[in-house]
């Protein structure tokens, strides 16, 4: 299966994931039967200067699975409508959650309806900021 990891940088299977995918400088994607590994910069290849762009570096990729540390509602909704299940890393471990995934056993990851929640999705119930103007 192929797996998808943001990380910051390419350390093939002793790669670390990176706390939130759209900013990762990297996706590691990950072949669990083989452990083979490549890395895709996170950008648009045609226009790098423009910044983080994880649905043009993915673009055309094949994946059973995104893997991630954190990830905001609208970004987890676009990857679930092109297809992509999303699960929570359970470790900064690539070699580690790559194993669970492979058994199953990582869990998917739901929208948290974080600004209508009052949160910016950490669970903790709060933070220091508006969310008058995320809609």
Known sequence: MKVCF????DEGMESR???HFASAPHFLLVD???EATSAVPNQDRSAPEAGCNPFKA??????DGVVVGGIGDNLLELLN???FMVYEAQSESVRENAELF????LPEVK???SAEAGRCGDGSGGCDHSHDDLD
């Open 32 to 34: 669990t039967e083989t």
């Open 17 to 19: 994931i990176y706390g």
């Open 102 to 105: 492979g058994r199953q056993e």
């Open 81 to 83: 409508m092109m297809g």
């Open 111 to 113: 929208k948290q309806c």
């Open 58 to 63: 993915l673009a055309g990729s094949e994946l």
């Open 6 to 9: 943001p990380v910051i940088e």
